[in-house]
Nanobody, 124 residues
Framework: QVQLVESGGGLVQAGGSLRLSCAAS????????MGWFRQAPGKEREIVAA????????YYADSVKGRFTISRDNAKNTVYLQMNSLKPEDTAVYYC?????????????????WGQGTQVTVSS
């Protein structure tokens, strides 16, 4: 089992930047593919970005391509989400998730472990 704790959320003006971190503890972090998801009020949880165990491959939702960057440091048991050029529509609770499988996935139901979430609010 792995425990995930997100941090780095907050209030930022449109056009600003934030970096989210997700610290993992428990089982070997490097065995997990990792994803960042978000959920806005009244909407379903959606994939933002995902990264493979080694960090060699990544996936981004079309809505964040070119603005967000996912990365991981297996030595620090941490995955990051650098968010630039933020827009009001990026406002949501952001969650990191771990998937104990050979591949990343865009489907939230296929992730095994979740953090508690961190609020990101982008003002216009």
């Amino acid at each position: 089992q792995v425990q995930l704790v997100e941090s780095g959320g907050g209030l930022v003006q449109a056009g600003g930047s934030l970096r989210l971190s997700c610290a993992a503890s428990g089982r070997t972090f490097s065995r997990y593919n990792m994803g960042w998801f978000r959920q806005a009020p009244g909407k379903e949880r959606e994939i933002v970005a995902a990264i493979t165990r080694s960090g060699g491959n990544t996936y981004y939702a079309d809505s964040v391509k070119g603005r967000f960057t996912i990365s991981r440091d297996n030595a620090k048991n941490t995955v990051y989400l650098q968010m630039n050029s933020l827009k009001p529509e990026d406002t949501a609770v952001y969650y990191c998730a771990a998937r104990d499988s050979v591949a990343i996935s865009v489907r939230a139901t296929l992730y095994d472990y979740w953090g508690q979430g961190t609020q990101v609010t982008v003002s216009s």
